[in-house]
T-cell receptor, first 114, second 119 residues
């Protein structure tokens, strides 16, 4: 079992729809969860992070965390063609001070078509 | 505020050679992490440095090494290059973001990467 698994893509949604990206993780001690977006040929850029159970909203993006189910998701409302990218789920283990080590999922390719 | 700067952006080497990549973190960030990204394995953690000390290391052979200088700039070195070392090498610096100064999440900000091709 991979440490961080994302729903296999690619995911295609029409413009204006809600895109739902899912991620599960195996380490129950994980404390911080991140969503990065990576455009083709570019480096990952942070969209959101979440570390408390529940929802966190930022503009069109909502991250949801359920630690009991070891599940984190990202919802993109009113999807735009510019949202077309690979979305990476990343998890940081709890304890210690190694803030720089994240475990990434394989990524989900999202395409938003006009 | 300048971002994470990586040099060189692109480089081509042959098997058996060695390569050194450089990373300058965001001003004020003291933690620098390195990642390797390949189509098959995705993003994998190489190592992290904080205040010139290696704090954590991923599951990579000893041919991969790094260091950090007193100004927080970091270098990574790969010796005896193999074809499988062809990848995008990403550096990330860590610190509280301006917007989330109370979050304690220590988000990673990535540089543009160094794309290494081994022939």
């Amino acid at each position: 079992q991979k440490e961080v698994e994302q729903n296999s893509g690619p995911l295609s949604v029409p413009e204006g729809a809600i895109a739902s990206l899912n991620c599960t993780y195996s380490d129950r001690g994980s404390q911080s969860f991140f969503w990065y977006r990576q455009y083709s040929g570019k480096s990952p850029e942070l969209i959101m992070f979440i570390y408390s159970n529940g929802d966190k909203e930022d503009g069109r993006f909502t991250a949801q965390l359920n630690k009991a189910s070891q599940y984190v998701s990202l919802l993109i409302r009113d999807s735009q063609p510019s949202d077309s990218a690979t979305y990476l789920c990343a998890v940081r283990a709890g304890g210690g001070t190694s803030y720089g080590k994240l475990t990434f999922g394989q990524g989900t390719i999202l395409t938003v078509h006009p | 505020k300048a971002g994470v700067t990586q040099t060189p952006r692109y480089l081509i080497k042959t098997r058996g050679q060695q390569v050194t990549l450089s990373c300058s973190p965001i001003s004020g960030h003291r933690s620098v992490s390195w990642y390797q990204q390949t189509p098959g394995q995705g993003l994998q953690f190489l190592f992290e440095y904080f205040s010139e000390t290696q704090r954590n290391k991923g599951n990579f052979p000893g041919r991969f090494s790094g260091r950090q200088f007193s100004n927080s700039r970091s270098e990574m070195n790969v010796s005896t290059l193999e074809l499988g070392d062809s990848a995008l090498y990403l550096c990330a610096s860590s610190g509280l973001t301006f917007r989330d100064r109370d979050a304690g999440a220590n988000v990673l900000t990535f540089g543009a990467g160094s794309r290494l091709t081994v022939l």
